[in-house]
């Protein structure tokens, strides 16, 4: 197919130029990359993603369509993607549309034709940084003028533009367990595997105070994941303080483990270019055992500040880098991880996270 001509910009000035695909403009954000072989759709629309360029390091996207069921939010908040090669046609007998009428109908620009195994070898070599694609603009300093309104992703709040509005179900209303979900940008899948486990959910904005998601007598309590900068969370670090003074279980992912850790007194920082993709393999300390995981952040916990803090322990550690992978508070019934056991996309080795969850609420 005949493709419009796009450029790339990325902030220390390397341009790669290729063609639209998706919506026509002009869009920036921080550039990253996801090294995950499949779930372009469900990685588009997870809402931890958001003002963010993602791109996929497997050469081929499009491919299989799209499903209007197979996301992890109502749509893409993504900045754009960057891929090598757009399939303009798509096999799969129950697809919806076309990766591209999905992307052209929530407003997503990308660019293909780019050789990505350059720009990720870059960026691996660089470190994370802001980017900006257009299909409008080819002259640099117009990309550079817009490439200068991309605010950085560090110091950047974001949960509370992504998350609902209003609290609202999700699961079966008779089911014994009611967990109240803090949205801080939640994942779909997240949802479906605690109403698989016979879990009535409760979705609080993120901003609810402890005092109002107490009036619907939760059992527990589950703090998601979301985009942004979570040093800069301080009126979630908060509620996550005064929601370990309830003694109920707790959990939490990605940003909600981060969420967690620092509640208990342990900062985090900006990796240099993060964990993307669905093959990073983790260690369980407890157990010895490996698991092969979904991964998607751009900040982690510091290391430093728990070898001296009574009131966390390690329980998970990434095997590639050594950063902390899970922690549990040594005194109250909290744990949280920094993978997705959810995947969606990616391997189902870490589900038994929820069934642990689940135990310590039926302990
Ligand atoms: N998936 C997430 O929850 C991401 C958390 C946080 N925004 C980060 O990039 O580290």
Not at 52 to 64: E, F, K, L, R
Not at 177 to 194: E, T
Not at 310 to 335: M, Q, R, Y
């Amino acid at each position: 197919m005949n493709r419009k001509k796009a450029t790339l910009l990325l902030a220390d000035g390397t341009v790669f130029y290729g063609t639209l695909v998706g919506k026509d403009g002009t869009n920036g954000g921080e550039i990253c990359f996801n090294t995950g072989m499949t779930g372009y759709q469900e990685i588009y629309t997870d809402p931890s993603y958001t003002g963010q360029i993602i791109v996929n390091t497997t050469p081929h996207i499009g491919n299989y369509g799209t499903i209007d069921t197979e996301v992890e939010s109502a749509h893409p908040l993504i900045a754009g993607i960057v891929v090598s090669h757009f399939s303009d046609v798509h096999s799969r007998i129950d697809a919806t549309k076309s990766l591209q009428a999905y992307l052209e109908e929530h407003g997503v620009t990308g660019i293909a034709d780019v050789d990505t195994r350059k720009l990720v070898r870059h960026l691996r070599s660089k470190g994370a940084m802001n980017a900006i694609i257009s299909s409008e603009y080819d002259n640099l300093e117009d990309l550079q003028a817009e490439l200068d309104k991309v605010p950085s992703m560090a110091g950047l709040e974001l949960s509370s533009k992504v998350s609902t509005k209003e609290p609202y179900f999700f699961g079966d209303e008779n089911a014994e367990v009611k967990v109240a979900c803090i949205d801080y940008g939640i994942k779909l899948n997240i949802l479906r595997n605690l109403a698989d486990r016979g879990v009535y959910c409760k979705v609080f904005p993120a901003k609810t105070s402890v005092a109002e998601m107490e009036k619907w007598a939760p059992n527990a309590y589950f703090l998601s994941n979301g985009p942004g900068d979570p040093a800069v969370m301080d009126y979630a670090v908060e509620t996550t303080k005064e929601l370990l003074e309830l003694n109920k279980p707790l959990f939490g992912i990605c940003l909600g483990h981060q969420l967690l850790a620092r509640a208990c007194g342990v900062g985090t920082y900006k990796m240099h270019h993060g964990h993307r993709g669905l093959n990073h393999p983790i260690k369980n300390v407890k157990t010895g055992k490996s698991e092969i995981t979904s991964q998607n952040h751009g900040f982690n916990i510091t290391k430093e500040d728990i070898s001296d803090n009574p009131n966390v322990e390690i329980t998970h550690v990434h095997l590639n880098d050594g950063t902390i992978a899970g922690i549990k508070h040594t005194s109250k019934p909290a744990f949280s991880v920094q993978y997705h056991p959810e995947s969606s996309p990616g391997p189902h080795d870490s589900r038994y996270l929820f069934d642990e969850f689940l135990a310590l609420i039926n302990n």
